[in-house]
């Protein structure tokens, strides 16, 4: 009898739906072709591809984004934040400000020229992506989104080692 911490997660048969293997070999795949992406649009901004990263987490922050948050969610020790910032700022990509009562809080902003830029670059990424999903009904759609959104959740919840 097989003991559970020896059960395969991935006993599906290969090609099944619940397959994981399958899973991530296009999550890889996905990573991949959006890593190439990014690492083009930091070398044609005179960029490190963390840079980029670090813009995507203050794009898609729903609030104000402290050095702090940036540097829990990268995994990235806060010199190595600073360093990045510094770039990001110098570049013209963001800008750091005081807004709040305490002013030893700093927050990130994404500068609107440089988002447009990144919009510009990334354009032949979002209409890919949306012929991708022209080939989908709404269903599909919302099954995948949401898992997507589980599995960011998941994967969010995973620490790493602090540095």
Do not use: K, W
Not at 17 to 44: C, K, M, P, Y
Not at 71 to 88: I, K, Q
Not at 114 to 141: I, N, W
């Amino acid at each position: 009898m097989a003991r559970e911490e020896d059960r395969d997660v991935s006993a599906a048969p290969p090609g099944a739906a619940g397959d994981l293997h399958s899973f991530a070999v296009a999550l890889r795949r996905t990573q991949g072709e959006i890593n190439r992406l990014v690492h083009g649009f930091a070398q044609a901004q005179g960029l490190h591809p963390t840079d980029v990263q670090a813009l995507a987490v203050v794009l898609d922050s729903p609030e104000p984004l402290t050095p702090g948050r940036l540097r829990e969610h990268l995994g990235l020790t806060s010199g190595a934040v600073t360093a990045c910032l510094d770039r990001l700022e110098r570049a013209g990509h963001i800008r750091r400000y005081r807004e709040s009562a305490d002013r030893r809080v700093v927050h990130v902003r994404y500068e609107d020229g440089a988002r447009a830029a990144a919009r510009r670059y990334f354009l032949p990424l979002a209409e890919a992506t949306a012929r991708a999903r022209d080939r989908f009904d709404a269903d599909e759609l919302a099954v995948a989104l949401r898992f997507l959104n589980v599995l960011n959740d998941e994967l969010g919840a995973l620490r790493v080692p602090r540095r």
